[in-house]
């Protein structure tokens, strides 16, 4: 799977949760070991080669892809993961190493691999005296990343985001309010199927509930009837910023897979009319088999190119929700594998498209109707930048206060000066946002 996401640039949640799939007979104790094997070889990268190449006589570009691979999982199990011994690790490592490519190399494999357990990696540069050394060699975070992380969130916020990114990330649940009443109704049913779980519910989301333990959460009963869905805080609370009521037309204009989606409907108890947009018709066909278990109703799903505009004669919307494509900085926990893909390059590029989409929704607003944007990363580029772009060039639009939205999420903690709704996965458990409401004057 490893290899996959370096050589074939497939994406880590894909690769792993078509191998567990597949792998049947395995038990949950050895899921998880899988998962956080794999996670946290690509969270930790960065410092595992620093580690091994500590301890090398030469480097270790040359080496086969799958051979660096092999030792950067035997390499993490020594440094990150108590619970297996020494011993072990190494072992498994150098049989693997044998298999796969002969002696000489499982030689090499053991030696390296026990000079770590000897030595342990080299210490890191302190957080407050070198913030960009810390983001860097620490975090994992490329040189442009880490300028750009400091130059616009400040060293301690940087910091802070850069070392929260390297720790899992909670299975967040919300609870349905179509099929369930409460998210500690949602516990209590979790609880009376599976064992030694952990609960917590967010304190900034109402309906989500943080979940230690629950493997394969898909095949629960719970989750077959629709009593809840799995979505991270963050996304909650923009679908909560958004808002719905009965009666309203909306439009998802960035569905996917239409977690926000079942969240405005639920929020509106059904009784709202809403369109679903996306350009993956597949997500889109996911995204229905998802309604239907969530008992969704009044939902229409369309494959729509929101880089072009629409016709005419399109009726208005009471509420639109644009959560536009980005770089996906704020969900590096989930996607570490971003962090060897994304340039800076590519933060102009997903800017200028999310401006375009603004730009397109915004005569398909309804006067006196809600405008809100949303993506899922934390750089200014993609966030106030395209905002206030935006805004320059449309008069009849105004910044709304996130308390506007009401019901019981604390908007004052999430908000910066009364302007927009920032989420940090240090301080909320949730990836990291920035949205905005825009009220369309009447």
Request: glycine share 8%; proline share 5%.
């Amino acid at each position: 799977m490893l290899a996959r996401v370096e050589q074939d640039g497939a994406f880590a949640n894909r690769a792993l949760a078509a191998a567990l799939d597949r792998a049947t007979a395995l038990s949950p104790q050895d899921r998880g070991l899988a998962t956080e094997l794999v996670y946290g070889v690509l969270r930790r990268r960065v410092r595992l080669d620093r580690a091994l190449d500590a301890v090398a006589d030469r480097g270790l570009a040359s080496l086969p892809v799958d051979v660096r691979t092999g030792l950067r999982l035997g390499a993490y199990q020594i440094l990150f993961l108590d619970r297996i011994p020494t011993y072990a690790a190494v072992n498994d490592t150098v049989e693997a190493m044998k298999r796969a490519h002969g002696q000489r190399l499982a030689g090499l494999a053991n030696a390296l691999l026990r000079r770590i357990a000897e030595r342990r990696e080299p210490p890191l540069p302190d957080a407050a005296a070198d913030p960009l050394g810390f983001l860097m060699l620490g975090c994992g975070f490329p040189d442009w990343l880490a300028r750009l992380s400091v130059r616009e969130l400040g060293a301690e916020r940087a910091t802070a985001v850069g070392a929260a990114s390297c720790e899992p990330a909670p299975l967040s649940l919300r609870a349905n309010r179509l099929a369930c009443d409460s998210r500690a109704a949602l516990e209590q049913a979790l609880a009376s199927e599976r064992q030694d779980l952990t609960f917590r519910s967010s304190e900034v989301a109402p309906d989500a509930l943080l979940v230690r333990g629950l493997d394969a959460p898909t095949r629960t009963e719970a989750f077959t009837k629709g009593v809840f869905t799995i979505e991270d805080v963050g996304a909650q609370v923009v679908a909560e910023l958004c808002g719905a009521r009965p009666g309203e037309r909306i439009l998802d204009a960035c569905a996917g897979l239409g977690g926000k989606t079942a969240h405005l409907a639920a929020l509106a108890d059904n009784e709202a009319t809403i369109d679903a947009l996306d350009l993956s018709a597949a997500k889109l066909r996911q995204a229905e088999e998802q309604w239907t278990r969530l008992r969704v109703r009044g939902v229409t799903a369309r494959a729509f190119d929101l880089t072009k505009d629409f016709p005419a004669d399109t009726p208005p919307y009471t509420r639109v929700l644009l959560d536009a494509p980005c770089s996906g900085l704020g969900v590096l926990r989930r996607h570490p594998e971003t962090l060897l893909r994304r340039t800076e390059a590519d933060l102009a590029l997903l800017a200028a498209t999310g401006r375009r989409m603004l730009d397109v929704v915004a005569p398909v607003v309804a006067p006196g109707g809600l405008l809100v944007y949303a993506v899922c990363t934390f750089d200014r580029i993609e966030g106030e930048t395209v905002l206030s772009a935006f805004l320059e060039t449309h008069s009849d639009f105004q910044l709304e206060a996130p308390s506007s939205a009401g019901g019981s999420v604390p908007w004052a903690r999430l908000s910066s000066e009364e302007k927009f709704v920032r989420l940090w996965p240090d301080r909320d458990d949730a990836d990291a946002f920035f949205a905005a409401r825009l009220r369309r004057r009447g």
